[in-house]
């Protein structure tokens, strides 16, 4: 009687695990790609979440505000 060779089973299933498992990244790039070019190229909201917006007063945006205490008049 021949002897079973596991090795080889185990391999077999390893590639086929293996061949499985590219062909879903495969089916998941497309759809990625799919999703992608269906899509408007509009602005992305954390684009304009982290442009900031002028105010127009230049000393307001140099840096952050400082409140100083004053005297209160000894």
């Keep these: 009687m021949a002897k079973i060779n596991y090795g080889f089973e185990k391999r077999q299933r390893e590639l086929a695990k293996q061949k499985k498992q590219e062909a879903k990244d495969a089916r998941k790039r497309e759809a ?4 992608e070019s269906d899509t ?9 979440e ?6 127009g ?9 400082v409140h100083r205490r004053t ?3 000894d």
């Design 32 to 35: 990625r790609a799919a999703k």
């Design 40 to 48: 408007p190229s509009a602005p992305d909201i954390h684009e304009a």
């Design 50 to 55: 982290s442009t900031p917006v002028p105010t």
């Design 57 to 65: 007063n230049g000393a307001a945006d140099a840096g952050p505000r």
């Design 71 to 73: 005297s209160t008049g």
